[in-house]
């Protein structure tokens, strides 16, 4: 058996190569700045970590991340022998997605929760996070070591175990959840993106958990708001046009 072969590869590295595709795609996006919920000036001023330091915390975290993927790929035994006996019929495959976004969207919320409640974790581990006080694509992944491997690799590990997917079925999941987790930190109220239209769980709503006023609320990510509205941790927000340009997200007064 080869110790790594091409397939683990692909779910390894694919994964990051999108991440840094599709948010440097974000950073050309000049011409969308009617659409920032930020100014650019308020990227520099308001954020407490520089974009250097950004840029190197996502790389070593993504490192650690596919370092533990490897892992757990070897664990489950996977190979494409095995894999290939599977059923990928497109009713199975979709099936399989959905209990991936469930299982990620339980583990990361209820782990996301107890980060901010507990006031330990999140002095010395989640508030590397809330660093970003204005979002942007690239800052999507920028948190502390501690807090990546529990919520963001352990609720991968733990949607692709219990949706039973494939590794092949997998590169497209988390290809797909890494874009849709810089979709909602990519500081654009974009009105045509099919991201923001399909899911209510987007820009606008992670923008209000990273203000000051919100930081105890909509906690749900990537995809799905339930957990936030059946918990009572759901805050309702409008998304107003700003005198200067663009829009802003604001928490709705008479909540």
């Known amino acids: 058996m080869e110790f790594i072969g091409s397939q683990d590869l692909l779910v390894m590295f694919v994964p990051v190569v999108v991440y840094w595709v599709y948010s440097g795609i974000y950073e050309l996006l000049g011409c969308m700045d009617r659409y920032r919920l930020h100014s650019r000036r308020e990227e520099e001023t308001k954020n407490l970590a520089s974009k250097k330091e950004v840029v190197k915390g996502v790389l070593f975290q993504q490192a650690i991340q596919a370092t533990i993927s490897f892992i757990f790929l070897k664990i ?39 980060m901010h409640f ?34 963001e690799t352990l609720g991968g590990a733990v949607a692709f175990f219990l949706s039973g997917m494939s590794p092949q079925t997998s590169i497209f999941f988390f290809s797909f959840a890494t874009i849709k987790g810089i979709d909602d930190h990519c500081g654009l109220m974009i009105p045509w993106n099919p991201l923001h239209i399909l899911f209510t769980n987007n820009a606008g709503y992670h923008d209000t958990h990273h203000q000051l006023g919100g930081a105890k609320y909509n906690f749900s990510q990537p995809f799905f ?21 663009g829009y802003e997200a604001r928490i709705r007064k008479d909540i």
């Open 225 to 245: 708001v339930m957990w936030d509205k059946i918990l009572g941790s759901y805050v309702p927000y409008t998304i107003e046009k700003r005198m200067d340009g």
């Open 76 to 114: 489950s035994g996977n190979n494409n022998e095995a894999t290939a006996s599977l059923d990928t019929s497109l009713m199975v495959v979709a099936r399989q997605i959905f209990i991936a976004m469930l299982a990620m969207d339980t583990w990361q919320y209820f782990l996301h929760r107890y």
């Open 118 to 151: 507990n006031k330990f974790l999140y002095r010395k581990v989640h508030s590397w996070h809330h660093r970003i006080v204005a979002p942007y694509a690239f800052a999507a992944q920028y948190n502390h070591p501690i807090d990546g491997i529990l919520v």
